[in-house]
């Protein structure tokens, strides 16, 4: 079974500074992949940045960048240049590779809530 | 770009009664996932659909269960319901893609049941 662990459950930051939020996980898989999601006041779940657990180069999508480090199964979310915007809810999640095909279910971390400061 | 519609977006239902929950996945996604959301909490995870056919399944009570149908549509009927039932439930599709390794799941905007 995979676990994921939050342990922040409220951030906050000033605008357009950076931010970083922490997620760590267990698995005793081996091929897996990490995501960040962000569930904004309107509740939509949101992609924000994946990462395939074999790639060494952690991932980066514009603002955010993930800190990867598999052999510490820990997988941080930063978010440079903080925009309102972000404020948020943010989950960690991790899905196993279901080795080819399309199933494969999510397990999320417990959120961070992200505020935003003007 | 169609995405996931889920509804009805909001139902009230009385403790005991039946309720029954749509999601109509982005065409050509051969896979429907089913997420509880707690008030508070991350989204637990219940049942999961791949070519019609039951794929996993994690925390779903007896009192619920689900279907895919041919035209890829998912109805998940809850019954019994009780006040813990109450949550955002969330549908999420994934792309038949055979070739890559990962399929990213996208979510519907969710269903918020309500048991009084």
């Known amino acids: 079974a995979q676990t994921v662990t939050q342990s922040q459950p409220e951030m906050s930051v000033q605008e357009a500074e950076t931010v970083t939020l922490s997620c760590t996980y267990d698995?005793?898989?081996?091929?897996?992949?990490l995501f960040w999601y962000k569930q904004p006041p309107s509740r939509q779940m949101i992609l924000v940045i994946r990462?395939?657990?074999?790639?060494?180069q952690n991932a980066t999508e514009n603002r955010f960048s993930v800190n990867f480090q598999k052999a510490a199964k820990s997988f941080s979310l930063k978010i440079s240049d903080s925009q309102l915007g972000d404020t948020a809810m943010y989950f960690c999640?991790?899905?196993?590779?279901?080795?080819?095909?399309?199933?494969?279910?999510?397990?999320f971390g417990q959120g961070t809530i992200l505020t935003v400061h003007p | 770009a169609a995405g996931v519609i889920q509804s009805p977006r909001h139902l009230i239902k009385e403790k005991r009664e039946t309720a029954t929950l749509k999601c109509y996945p982005i065409?050509?996604?051969?896979?429907v996932y089913w997420y509880q959301q707690g008030p508070g909490q991350d989204p637990q995870f219940l049942i999961s659909?791949?070519?019609?056919?039951?794929?996993d399944k994690g925390s779903i009570p007896d009192r619920f269960s689900a279907q895919q149908f041919s035209d890829y549509h998912s109805e998940l009927n809850m019954s019994s319901l009780e006040l813990g039932d109450s949550a955002l439930y969330f549908c999420?599709?994934?792309?038949?893609?055979?070739?890559?390794?990962?399929?990213?799941?996208?979510f519907g905007p969710g269903t918020r049941l309500t048991v009084l």
């Open positions: 999420a599709s994934s792309p038949r893609q055979r070739r890559t390794r990962y399929n990213e799941q996208f």
């Open positions: 990462q395939e657990a074999y790639k060494q």
């Open positions: 659909f791949y070519e019609k056919m039951q794929s």
């Open positions: 698995t005793s898989e081996n091929n897996y992949y």
């Open positions: 999640a991790t899905r196993l590779d279901a080795g080819g095909t399309s199933y494969g279910k999510l397990t």
């Open positions: 065409p050509r996604h051969d896979t």
